[in-house]
Nanobody, 130 residues
């Protein structure tokens, strides 16, 4: 199982970025990808990793942290095994390394808990300048 995040970069306050998480591996083949909860987390320097957004199994729903609700949108393409995070109206406090994570057995109440995920990608840096 591999997750690869991409799309990070430097953007000014108020700008937009689109992150993508590509999943590969036998567990994700066929309909396997749809059985995974795919989430985005972020970690700023000196801070703990925090939940950003989640796409539920088979795209049955989405969840967002309060700090990004209304500005970020998570979407998934089960045919391409990808999950995207569209980030609009970016703020300096959004600066962090963004990680995608996946798990097939996580329960809904644990989606915001990074310790509940088995698979992680290496992260992509987002820097928002003021």
């Amino acid at each position: 199982v591999q997750l690869q995040a991409s799309g990070g970069g430097l953007v000014q306050t108020g700008g937009s970025l689109r992150l993508s998480c590509a999943a590969s591996g036998r567990s994700f083949s066929g309909r396997g990808f749809g059985t995974y909860v795919i989430s985005w987390f972020r970690q700023a320097p000196g801070k703990e990793r925090e939940f950003v957004a989640s796409s539920r199994r088979r795209g049955s729903g989405t969840d967002y942290a309060g700090s990004v609700k209304g500005r970020f949108t998570i979407s998934r393409d089960n045919a391409k095994n990808t999950v995207s995070l569209q980030m609009n109206s970016l703020k300096p406090e959004d600066t962090a390394v963004y990680y995608c994570a996946a798990d097939s057995s996580i329960i809904l109440s644990s989606t915001a808990n990074p310790a509940a995920y088995d698979y992680w990608g290496p992260g992509t840096l987002v820097t928002v300048s003021s």
